[in-house]
């Protein structure tokens, strides 16, 4: 999530803005808490790997190079089983971790480019809750980034029932259940990931904190409002990072000392000593608990033993430090269009910290059609992204998202709305604030997205925000059928996928 206000706010050196929820929390609690800290040998400024730039006191540049020297006794273990049912039509076929993200990405996609930026070439992903499309997903795009013969690997683990007859019942339970894996690999630490989040992070500094504080686990961790604190785990730390107090999804979280609207939230990232890990899942396991690292084993530890908190460091070097769990339509929705700001939060288009994903064999994107005038016939798009193999054929998109594949024909108007790879949408149709999920076809002259009851009479779904999701498959009755249909003008034939030779719509 971005926390922080709008308006003039300069940057200061860990990528915050002075005026924003975090800047304000840091600028106050430097002078006590972080300025004891960085005087402690648990951070020692400058010796971040990879760290560049100028500093302001003692603070080093969250901006760096990518650093791709591995970390040979480290283990990445992604969490990438969530059913994501908030983001339901989306997830009714794949995992919230494949669900598309950018036009291009999948959700997954951040999770994997921060380990690999960060040098961790050692990762287990666990997936559970429909993962064929995630499957595919890494197999085709992600492989060729590890070499085995140099020891790296990126291997997908469904439950195996090596332990009992369940599933994954928990966080906690998932990474004990293929314990005989990471056994195998031999780690020194490993670093628990949740592969439903979207943020820029570099793990190795995080390993590093990890390691000169001698803690027995590291939590990353994010100021953000006490309002939203129930969607996460929060801390009360000392003046060293120690937790003391961790709680999961609390209404009264513990306050920031001097910040009583804020308090310091868990962003799901985890570097635990690998002997420590070990005891703690098999301890867990023998008792009767929901079997999760939030809400049983770290509120435990905590007392006895030492808990670390790790300030995240963006390494998207923008203003606000951003962070996201798109766990709804509406946060989903507008994250997407956040992208095609002018300056965005999340820049995409920042080659010291790529994101990486598969690339489709497309070809470029097509805009054909040029009329003059407001009923031209004119193909175009603008203040949008446009991914490979998208033809405009006389069709305009607006503040849009268009997908691998897709065709917009022509007279057709796409406003504020993200169309996954395959969709093919009709002549005169009218779509606004509407997500279409994969091979979907529009039919010709229909409006959505401007009326709730007509879409709801149409089988979509309609969120708190109003944003209209037309599922995968979703079949359109004809309007002889007795159904609502808003015309956006006199209907009239479609174009045909022929009308332009050599394109293709092959939902994935």
């Not at 509407?434 to 309609?462: C, Q």
Request: proline letters at 8%; hydrophobic letters at 40%.
């Amino acid at each position: 999530m971005v926390w922080g206000g709008g308006g003039a706010m300069r940057r200061d050196a860990r990528g915050l803005g002075e005026n924003s929820a975090e800047g304000r929390f840091f600028s106050k609690w430097e002078a006590g808490v972080y300025s004891s800290w960085m005087r402690s040998p648990i951070c020692v400024p400058g010796r971040d790997r990879g760290a560049v730039g100028q500093v302001r006191g003692n603070w080093p540049m969250a901006a760096r190079n990518v650093d791709t020297r591995p970390l040979d006794d480290v283990v990445a273990v992604i969490l990438a089983g969530g059913k994501g049912s908030r983001l339901d039509p989306l997830t009714r076929d794949r995992a919230k971790p494949a669900v598309p993200f950018g036009g291009g990405y999948r959700i997954i996609d951040f999770a994997l480019s921060n380990c690999v930026n960060s040098g961790l070439r050692r990762v287990l992903v666990l997936t559970q809750y429909k993962a064929s499309s995630l499957d595919r997903h890494l197999m085709l795009g992600w492989h060729r980034f590890f070499c085995r013969e140099l020891g790296e690997f990126l291997d997908v683990l469904p439950p195996q029932q090596r332990i009992d007859e369940s599933w994954y019942l928990g966080t906690a339970d998932a990474v004990h259940q293929n314990i005989y894996s990471l056994q195998m690999a031999a780690p020194r630490l490993v670093v628990v990931l949740a592969g439903d989040h979207i943020y820029k992070m570099d793990y190795h500094s995080l390993v590093a904190a990890h390691d000169r504080s001698g803690a027995d686990v590291t939590i990353g961790a994010l100021p953000v409002p006490v309002q939203s604190a129930h969607e996460f785990g929060s801390m009360r730390v000392d003046n060293t990072l120690r937790v003391r107090e961790f709680v999961e999804k609390s209404p009264q979280p513990p306050p920031l000392p001097g910040q009583p609207g804020m308090c310091l939230a868990s962003m799901g990232i985890y570097c635990f000593s690998w002997p420590f890990l070990v005891d703690q899942l098999r301890a867990d396991h023998a008792v009767a608990s929901r079997h999760d690292f939030g809400h049983d084993i770290l509120p435990a530890v905590v007392h006895t033993h030492a808990v670390q908190a790790f300030p995240f460091r963006d390494e998207n070097r923008k203003v606000d430090a951003y962070w996201r769990d798109v766990g709804t339509i509406d946060a989903y929705h507008e994250a997407n269009l956040g992208l095609i700001d002018v300056d965005p939060q999340l820049n995409l288009y920042d080659d010291r910290w790529p994101i990486r994903t598969h690339y489709p064999a497309y070809p470029p994107p097509k805009f054909v059609f040029a009329d003059e005038g407001p009923g031209g016939r004119r193909g175009e798009a603008t203040d949008s992204l446009v991914c490979p193999g998208a033809i405009l054929s006389g069709g305009r998109a607006s503040r849009s998202i268009i997908g691998p594949g897709v065709r917009i024909n022509s007279f057709s108007q796409i406003d504020q709305s993200i169309l996954f790879e395959g969709v093919n949408v009709g002549r005169h149709a009218r779509l606004r604030r509407v997500i279409v999920d994969k091979g979907v076809r529009i039919p010709p002259g229909l409006a959505i997205g401007f009326d709730p009851g007509d879409d709801a009479a149409l089988g979509l779904t309609v969120s708190a925000g109003g944003v209209t999701v037309v599922p995968k498959g979703h079949l359109f009755p004809p309007p002889a059928a007795g159904m609502s249909r808003t015309l956006a003008a006199p209907e009239r034939p479609s174009v045909s996928v022929s009308d332009l030779p050599g394109h293709r719509i092959v939902p994935r």
